[in-house]
């Protein structure tokens, strides 16, 4: 009964390529995030979806494109992949100011 | 732009000692929430902080708000090796953004 998962755990990839990191949350939460944590640990957030609707964009590089179809998911997609992407990227959802619970995170090593 | 700054950034003690990590920012937080985090894992939320001044615990650790709601403290007595891992504090403000400190990288040696 995992309240947020993600797919893949761990992804690894040449530079240039175009990968996609699923997260689906079964919590019943409107709201859903995507942050990057890099190798030092800082956990910056990169996208936040509230009912669908795309409310935070930080200064994330328009390769990363994310797509919620529904409130229950939240996809994150990377074109032309960067050795600077290699990263743990970490999904998460909430309720509107309420709690917040993350996913397991997705490893992704750009070669 | 909001920053919140933890310190130390690293911390490797004995079991039984005490510690205390802080997490300072020049902005003004609706709350503050301290996150624990292992390896392999997503951070998992250990307590929220509303009121200036306020103070709670959980156990062992204790949380505590600065009064102009800027500030916060996280107090670990007696520390376990079970409390090794890295702790975050994060700043929620308005809207849906929360924004998260450096960390701070607990060792606790048996």
């Excluded at chain 1, 956990?43 to 009912?51: G, Q, T, V």
């Excluded at chain 1, 919620?68 to 994150?76: E, R, T």
């Excluded at chain 2, 911390?11 to 902005?27: A, D, H, K, P, R």
Aim: charged letters at 20%; one cysteine or more; proline letters at 4%.
């Amino acid at each position: 009964d995992t309240a947020v998962s993600q797919t893949p755990k761990y992804l690894v990839t040449q530079m240039g390529n175009d990968k996609s990191i699923k997260c689906e949350q079964n919590l019943g939460h409107d709201t859903m995030y995507w942050y990057k944590q890099d190798s030092k640990k800082f956990l910056k957030i990169m996208f936040s979806y509230n009912n669908k609707e795309l409310i935070i964009n930080e200064t994330v590089p328009n390769r990363f494109s994310p797509k919620s179809p529904d409130k229950a998911h939240l996809n994150l997609h990377i074109n032309s992949l960067e050795l600077g992407d290699s990263a743990v990227y970490f999904c998460a959802s909430r309720h509107t100011y309420g709690e917040q619970y993350f996913g397991p995170g997705t490893r992704l090593t750009v070669t | 732009t909001q920053l919140l700054e933890q310190s130390p950034q690293f911390l490797s003690i004995q079991e039984g000692e005490n510690l205390t990590v802080y997490c300072n920012s020049s902005s003004v937080f609706s709350s503050l929430q301290w996150y624990r985090q292992e390896p392999g894992e997503g951070p998992v939320l250990l307590v929220t902080v509303v009121t200036g001044g306020e103070v709670k615990k959980l156990k062992r650790l204790t949380f505590q708000f600065g009064d102009a709601r800027k500030d916060s403290s996280l107090h670990i007595t007696a520390a376990q090796p079970g409390d090794t891992g890295l702790y975050l504090c994060a700043g929620v403000g308005g809207g849906f953004k929360t924004i998260f400190g450096a960390g701070t990288r607990l060792f606790v040696k048996a």
